[in-house]
């Protein structure tokens, strides 16, 4: 409960009681007996569990209502209510708790005979229709029995509970005086009837005779949550708690605590009051046996249900009467047109077209239907089927009539717009497409003699009917400028289309330098000690293999197939990818035909790792060019995608990736991972173990 101990034992223990007002007011603190302190306790336990359940259903209501423009709906107009009634209890001991839950059903009950028996009979008297009541259980006396003030079995309840001497028996003699006379109550003082004792009375209820208990009555209607226990409730550290109890006013801190059958009749006609302002429907459930048995019907308990139910009067009331009501105007105009005589207007009085309708179908005025003063009562549901029937035969026709005098005009009408709208479109479409072109042709003139090929040139603003054509024009006109651009190169034509490659797959996926020239062949240089050596070593190559040019070579950090980083260089020509070695430039292994490479992955980091995929049974190769003194992985992997593309007309896919699968160790079928870290301190190689089972990590800062 999140309150003080101390607090909390003092107002289960003790209750201050006020008397008088400002300076004469005083206060005294009574202490509690042990039954006084265990009642007060029950009490806090069933506040707490009352409270939370109407705080629960609050929230959900609350959540359930919703806003319309901004302001709150008038909710109660829309809402829904699903009211589950506990049953009628007869149990062989029945205490203060049945009286309740029956006292309840004895509301609902009366609220359904005032709803539909009563309101049923009602009806035909106020029309004026010849009708014979039918007799029902009328359980208002027994509902006043219990409630009535102030004497009533609650009244009498409440009025033991206030004074201290009373007991369940003194209570029980009460009750014997003021209803003796009562046909609806019994005792054993009133009636010397020996099932009952002395401790007991009876009812009869619209469902049967209900015999109860008196012992605890007293002390099960008394509800002993006083001010004292309310404070300590306010004192709580959680909200919720502070919420469910709120703080009781001085005036309503003096009065002694309302009884639970006096909340119990409060609560029950508050819901009476809503149900009634609503329009109810009923869902009767029928239990088929006490067993819980399926495919087993208990004849003596669904008759005794149906019985106190009130089914069977509500089944006579229907029976004896008109199974269908209408008001004469709705009745007439919604089967005017199964008649000649009343189709398409009648001359005469509404309720005198009713009557020409139900002439010309024959239908008997003595035992079929019957006139009331506002309404016309049917008998057979069958009369109203061949009405229904009679009007569904005649509403194709009269929709086809409708359609067609409305689809004659909205077409003429419609025709005529269009006509007049596409003259006016397409005059101004052709005219607006005219100007444009003009204008871009204005624009453009000599953009062949430009420097910039008409780069900087505004486009007219095109009208939107153009806007696709718009589109493609500038398209197109990009490309014959990127076209007319790099042929103006000269030489360095095909470094510039390289260089354009570059950028459509590492722009935005990976750092790369833009601005350096590729020079493709870095061991052949000068710089290299070993050049000469490399370039006969080269030519050795080129006979052998029938290559023609080189496409890439430098040195590089190879991961062979034992997991170890090498040194080697590597050769990319024109057909294929040669491993050497890095003094002899002999060849390592086996050459590698380029159209074997499936696919390219690299990491969205600054490192210098390249993964090449080989089609089986070729492992992959794992490169690391943290050798090189430039930026190398950019010119690697597009002079390969380029050439590739250049002999299969495929671009092989480029992928970026934090963690890479490959497969190093042919014809083995085990998988690596390659994964990236960031470090202060980039090593030589970057590529090294990692703690976790066939997974490499490398390192780049």
Not at 179 to 200: C, E, G, M, P, R
Not at 314 to 332: D, H, I, L, S, W
Not at 581 to 594: D, G, V
Request: one cysteine or more.
């Amino acid at each position: 409960l999140g309150t003080d101990a101390f607090s909390l034992k003092r107002s289960l223990t003790t209750r201050t009681i006020t008397s008088g007002i400002q300076r004469r007011m005083s206060t005294i603190t009574v202490p509690l007996d042990y039954d006084q302190a265990m009642y007060t306790r029950d009490a806090l336990a069933k506040a707490l569990y009352e409270r939370l359940f109407h705080w629960l259903v609050g929230k959900i209501n609350s959540g359930l209502r919703s806003a319309s423009n901004g302001k709150e709906d008038n909710h109660d107009l829309y809402v829904i209510g699903l009211l589950d009634i506990y049953g009628f209890e007869i149990f062989e001991h029945n205490s203060f708790e049945q009286l309740n839950i029956n006292y309840c059903n004895e509301k609902l009950q009366q609220l359904f005979i005032e709803l539909t028996l009563k309101s049923e009979q009602e009806e035909y008297v106020r029309e004026g229709i010849a009708w014979e009541p039918v007799k029902y259980f009328d359980n208002k006396p027994i509902c006043e029995l219990i409630e009535k003030k102030p004497i009533g079995i609650i009244s009498l309840l409440d009025e033991a509970c206030l004074v201290g001497k009373s007991t369940d028996s003194s209570m029980l003699d009460k009750l014997n005086q003021n209803f003796a006379k009562n046909q609806h109550y019994q005792s054993y003082a009133t009636v010397q009837d020996k099932s009952l004792s002395d401790s007991n009375f009876r009812l009869k209820h619209y469902a049967g005779d209900v015999t109860y208990d008196v012992r605890g009555f007293l002390d099960k209607n008394k509800d002993t949550l006083f001010s004292d226990i309310i404070v300590a409730m306010q004192c709580s550290k959680y909200q919720l708690v502070v919420d469910i109890f709120p703080q009781v006013s001085a005036v309503d801190a003096k009065k002694r605590p309302e009884t639970s059958g006096s909340q119990f009749r409060t609560a029950m006609n508050a819901l009476i009051a809503n149900l009634v302002s609503c329009q109810p429907h009923y869902i009767r459930c029928i239990k088929p046996n006490d067993q819980k048995k399926p495919s087993h019907l208990d004849f003596a308990r669904v008759s005794h249900q149906v019985r106190y139910l009130g089914l069977l009067e509500n089944v006579r009331v229907r029976r004896a009467g008109f199974a269908n009501r209408q008001t004469f105007e709705r009745f007439y105009h919604r089967y005017k047109m199964t008649s000649t005589k009343t189709w398409p207007n009648y001359k005469g009085s509404v309720k005198d077209g009713v009557v020409e309708l139900l002439k010309s179908q024959n239908i008997s005025s003595e035992t079929e239907y019957r006139l009331g003063k506002t309404k016309v009562f049917i008998r057979n549901p069958t009369t109203l089927f061949l009405y229904e029937e009679l009007r569904e035969k005649q509403m194709p026709r009269i929709v086809m009539i409708l359609q067609r005098v409305w689809r004659r005009y909205r077409a003429k009408k419609r025709y005529q717009q269009n006509k007049a709208a596409s003259k006016i479109q397409l005059l101004y479409r052709s005219y607006k497409a005219n100007k444009w072109f003009k204008d871009v042709c204005r624009s453009f003139a000599g953009v062949n003699n430009m420097k910039d090929y008409g780069r900087r040139v505004n486009w007219p603003s095109p009208p939107s009917v153009l806007s696709r054509a718009y589109s493609l024009l500038v398209q197109v006109h990009k490309v014959w400028m990127a076209e007319r651009m790099i042929k103006s190169l000269g030489t360095e034509e095909p470094a510039m289309r390289t260089k354009a490659l570059s950028l459509e797959i590492f722009r935005g996926k990976k750092p790369w330098t833009c601005g350096r020239k590729y020079e493709n062949n870095y061991l052949e240089k000068p710089t290299n000690p070993l050049h000469n050596k490399c370039g006969e070593a080269f030519q050795k190559i080129f006979k052998s293999f029938g290559d023609s040019n080189v496409i890439y070579a430098d040195y590089i950090f190879k991961l062979n197939g034992n997991g170890k980083v090498e040194r080697r260089g590597v050769l990319v020509t024109n057909l294929h990818i040669f491993k050497l070695h890095p003094k002899t430039f002999r060849i390592r292994r086996k050459e590698i035909p380029l159209v074997s490479v499936e696919s390219i992955s690299v990491s969205p980091n600054s490192d210098s790792l390249v993964i090449i995929h080989i089609k089986q049974p070729d492992r992959d190769l794992v490169l690391d060019l943290s050798i090189c003194t430039y930026e190398g992985v950019s010119e690697l992997v597009t002079v390969i995608v380029e050439q590739i593309q250049r002999m299969t007309g495929v671009r092989i896919p480029v992928v970026f990736s934090n963690q890479i699968t490959f497969n190093n160790s042919r014809p083995s079928k085990k998988d690596y991972v390659m994964t990236f870290q960031k470090e202060q301190t980039q090593a030589s190689p970057s590529i090294k173990k990692a703690k976790a089972p066939n997974t490499f990590v490398t390192v780049y800062n």
